[in-house]
Nanobody
Framework: QVQLVESGGGLVQPGGSLRLSCAASGIIFRFYVMGWYRQAPGKQRELVAGISSGGRSDYADSVKGRFTISRDNAKNTVYLQMNSLKPEDTAVYYC?????????WGQGTQVTVSS
């Protein structure tokens, strides 16, 4: 059974930081491209950041320079370090694992940026 379990969300003030984690089980983690997506109320789910099995990362323009994605293949975990958070970063953040046409989603974790 495949599970992607996100953690680390919460309420933070503008300018603050959060670190999201996604622990994977039931997959050969090192073979998967891992990604973080987010969905704000009334908006479509969007890709925030992705990291290949080899460690190459890519980011949405809106988060470049503020967010960092990383992975630890020994721990089957992907992280999203979010700095300089803005109110517009408020959303449910989802972890995604993809290998070819196969993909899995986590249940999501809420991030709220508000004073």
């Amino acid at each position: 059974q495949v599970q992607l379990v996100e953690s680390g969300g919460g309420l933070v003030q503008p300018g603050g930081s959060l670190r999201l984690s996604c622990a994977a089980s039931g997959i050969i983690f090192r073979f998967y491209v891992m990604g973080w997506y987010r969905q704000a109320p009334g908006k479509q789910r969007e890709l925030v950041a992705g990291i290949s099995s080899g460690g190459r990362s890519d980011y949405a323009d809106s988060v470049k320079g503020r967010f960092t994605i990383s992975r630890d293949n020994a721990k089957n975990t992907v992280y999203l370090q979010m700095n300089s958070l803005k109110p517009e970063d408020t959303a449910v953040y989802y972890c995604n694992a993809q290998a070819g046409a196969t993909y899995y989603w986590g249940q999501g974790t809420q991030v709220t940026v508000s004073s």
